[in-house]
């Protein structure tokens, strides 16, 4: 995952023109702008190098149900409310699953068709725990349902004059982002009745046509971090007192930017660049993958100490997905977990192959190629 990623997005995008539109509602608040310079940790052994069980602890694996209507088989996102996990597979055939936390199937929420009740296809959903629904986001319209997967109602949202691509639920509505496509502001802060509160994130209107799979937003019960791919910039608030947005710009000599895209593109040219490659915030802090010099590494970015440290990787290292109840959550496809465990001689017992070895033995049904996918529960360990 070096080279062919970072030329896999810069061949993703394409770029159409600048552009000025949007609505000044919502526009006065402070925002406080900060840099970032990444610190690359060196760390104790002989490699210098990060592990998983470096970071983290308490690791446990759970395999989804292996039946016919549970399948996944390209996961895009997923939610987890006390013990239910919504899952979004993005197969040709968009599906949103339910299961509970112990791998057993729910039930489908919604479905691909022309229906009331049916989506044609999915960008985003979020899982509402105040209200107990999950709402699919497509085409700029709401489905609503209830955790039994029984339709509730539609919601349009056209007339707010922009396309929105990722939602998620806050306590008293929704935030939800769009993408440079003209829009002169990427966050809106909306009510529960999906009336816009405020725009936040103004970028006055520039304009990318993109394939971005990346999911910007993130919120942890208190904050919400919306991360801009083009800029490396996080932008993080509360949305109960929305006055007030940090931003925090990623500084590096060979960093991503719109104005480079722009003039590669331009000059159709195909270039690599540094840079965070998404990002999910919880608790004071955002982890994600970090390209530098053609090498993957992985980040933690800490809001509150305001720390931005980027560690070169020795195997397998967590792609955060969701946080609840003190736990972090990924999730692996079957071929995933059997490539991070192959057997190598003299494995140590600390060593991550071997604690993803012990839990693999702990499952009912013997792990295959063919298994479902599986979620991966754990903890992060203090400084």
């Known amino acids: 995952m070096k080279t062919g990623i970072i030329r896999f997005f810069a061949l993703s995008l394409l770029i159409i023109g600048v552009t000025s539109c949007g609505n000044n509602l919502g526009t006065n608040y402070t925002q406080n702008d900060k840099e970032l310079i990444p610190n690359i940790v060196q760390m104790e052994g002989e490699d210098g190098m990060l592990t998983f069980t470096d970071v983290c602890s308490d690791l446990q694996l759970i395999p989804l149900e ?91 949202l056209g007339e707010t004059d922009v396309y929105n691509y990722n939602i998620e639920s806050v306590k008293n509505g929704y935030v939800m982002s769009t993408r440079y496509q003209g829009y002169e502001y990427l966050v809106q802060l909306y009510d529960k009745d999906f009336n ?65 895209l722009l003039n590669d593109v331009n000059n159709n040219q195909t270039s690599e660049y540094n840079g965070p490659l998404g990002c999910f915030y919880a608790k004071d802090k955002a982890y994600g993958l970090y390209i530098k010099d053609n090498s993957c590494l992985s980040y933690i970015f800490d809001f509150k100490d305001k720390t931005y440290d980027v560690y070169y990787n020795n195997g397998w290292f967590p792609t955060i997905r969701d946080y609840n109840d003190g736990y972090y959550y990924t999730i692996l496809s079957a071929e995933d977990v059997m490539n991070i465990v192959k057997v190598y001689p003299g494995l140590s017992p600390q060593s991550y192959q071997q604690v993803f070895m012990n839990e693999i033995e702990k499952f009912k049904e013997p792990l295959k190629m063919e298994s479902n996918y599986v979620l991966v529960r754990m903890k992060f360990k203090d400084k």
Request: glycine share 6%; proline share 3%.
């Open 196 to 260: 816009v509160i405020k725009r936040l994130v103004n970028v006055g209107g520039k304009q990318i046509k993109d394939i971005s799979t990346f999911n910007p937003l993130s919120y942890d019960g208190e904050n919400v971090c919306f991360y801009d791919f083009y800029e490396s910039k996080y932008y993080i608030f509360n949305p109960e007192a929305s006055d007030s947005v940090s931003c925090y710009s990623v500084k590096d000599d060979n960093l991503r930017t719109y104005e480079k």
């Open 66 to 156: 292996n039946n016919r209507q549970g399948m996944l088989s390209n996961v895009n996102k997923m939610r987890i409310d006390g013990d239910r996990l919504f899952v979004l597979d993005k197969s040709s055939e968009p599906r949103v699953l339910e299961f509970d936390l112990d791998g057993r199937f729910i039930t489908h929420i919604g479905g691909m068709g022309a229906s009331k009740s049916e989506f044609q296809f999915v960008d985003d959903i979020a899982v509402d725990p105040y209200t107990k629904r999950v709402l699919v986001l497509y085409y700029n319209k709401i489905k609503i349902y209830d955790y039994a997967g029984k339709f509730l109602k539609d919601v349009d």
